[in-house]
């Protein structure tokens, strides 16, 4: 039925235990996984009130930045060549990770969104939302969340 998936993931012990978990949907569906990592857009680096930018800070947090995607994706590919799944991964950088994954999942064909719920509940989960329920609310595309 579901033949490409996409699996967002923060390197969150969370969204691990949901990419393990959809690399055994996968095997079992005979799917292919994308795993999606939206990089937050790093800060402007400022050498002091009103000072200039400094590029050699700016440079060492993006340089930051890029190895901590590359360290959550290569515990994704482990997870895939583990559970014998093909599987790429992306990076993307923005703001805004619901927009990205959903626009992710448009662009490279999944027909299914499989992401981690971080399990708010109560006043948290109305006052803080999450990028889970965002994509639930916005997306065309199915998504299964793994709790």
Known sequence: MFK????????????????????SFAKDAQARITVLYVEPTP??????????????????????LDGLAQEILGTAQA??????????????????????????????DCDLIFMASHGR??????????ETQMVLTHSNIPVLVYR
């Open 43 to 64: 800060p402007l680096a400022y050498d002091g009130v009103g000072g200039l930018s400094s590029a050699h800070l700016t440079q060492d947090l993006q340089q930051r």
């Open 79 to 108: 997870i895939g060549q583990q559970a014998g799944v093909p599987l790429d991964t992306l990076v993307r950088v923005g703001d805004q990770p619901y927009k990205l994954i959903i626009q992710t999942a448009q662009t490279q």
């Open 121 to 130: 509940r109560g006043v948290s989960a109305l006052l803080l939302g999450s």
């Open 4 to 23: 490409h998936l996409l699996v967002p993931t923060d390197g969150s012990l969370l969204s691990v235990a949901a990419l393990t978990r959809a690399a």
